[in-house]
């Protein structure tokens, strides 16, 4: 949750248990105002302490990213991809030939049997 939505939402908050608490407490509107503008004040410091104090405490960690040394990575990465895809496929290619050659093979025998 960003800072300030904190803020608001407690500052929210603090509004409307100040509104709640004028209504049970108060007897003139002045008071009601007074205690509602009181109540919400404390809410909106007590939330711009909490935030800072934990902005404040965060370790923000800035560090770079080595990109040139995962592109090199990725590059051999993709170049080892490419080469097994290569030997794959010539593994596939030579078995089936190899079956072809064997079926015309069988035909032939079977033709010369007959």
Same mark, same amino acid.
Do not use: C, W
């Given at each position: 949750?960003r ?6 939402f ?5 509004f ?12 003139t509107?002045? @008071? ?7 109540? $919400?004040?404390?809410?909106? +410091? ?5 935030v800072a104090?934990? +902005? ?16 090199? @990575?990725? @590059? $051999? ?17 030579? @078995? !089936?030939? !190899?079956? +072809?050659?064997k079926?015309?093979? !069988?035909?032939?025998?079977?033709? !010369?049997?007959?």
């Amino acid at each position: 949750m960003r800072s300030t939505n904190f803020v608001s939402f407690i500052t929210v908050q603090g509004f409307i248990l100040g509104i709640v608490f004028s209504i049970l407490k108060t007897n003139t509107p002045e @008071d009601l105002l007074t205690y509602t503008i009181l109540i $919400t004040l404390f809410f909106y +410091l007590f939330a711009h302490l909490s935030v800072a104090f934990y +902005l404040h405490t965060m370790e923000i960690k800035t560090n770079a990213f080595p990109m040139h040394v995962h592109e090199k @990575d990725l @590059d $051999t990465l993709m170049h080892e991809i490419i080469k097994r895809e290569k030997f794959i496929d010539s593994v596939y290619e030579e @078995d !089936s030939v !190899s079956d +072809l050659e064997k079926q015309e093979i !069988s035909k032939i025998k079977s033709k !010369s049997a007959a």
